[in-house]
């Protein structure tokens, strides 16, 4: 079996940071594509960030320049580092393998004063 856990959520101010992680078991890990998800209350589920196993990225106009996705191979964990946040971006974040379509369970970002 194989697990993607996400981690790193928390409530901060506009203007401020956070580290999302997401540990993943199995061997699959450095030969999969990884994508940052993100869901807010009614809306669609929105692509926020995307790593290949090469290491290209991508990411949406929405959060380009403020979200940078990475990857460390060796200890099997995605990361999207978030700064200058907005209200915007409170949602559900997931971490999502290409790799037979694993999903993480959600971690909750909250960006409010």
């Known amino acids: 079996q194989v697990q993607l856990v996400e981690s790193g959520g928390g409530l901060v101010q506009p203007g401020e940071s956070l580290r999302l992680s997401c540990v993943a078991s199995?061997?699959?890990?450095?030969?999969?594509?990884m994508d940052w998800f993100r869901q807010a209350p009614g809306k669609e589920r929105e692509l926020v960030a995307v790593?290949?196993?090469?290491?290209?990225?991508y990411y949406p106009d929405s959060v380009k320049g403020r979200f940078t996705i990475s990857r460390d191979n060796a200890k099997n964990t995605l990361y999207l580092q978030m700064n200058r946040l907005k209200p915007e971006d409170t949602a559900v974040y997931y971490c999502h393998a290409r790799f037979k379509d694993y999903w993480g369970q959600g971690t909750q970002v909250t960006v409010s004063s």
């Open positions: 790593i290949s196993s090469g290491d290209s990225t």
């Open positions: 199995g061997t699959f890990f450095s030969v999969s594509t």
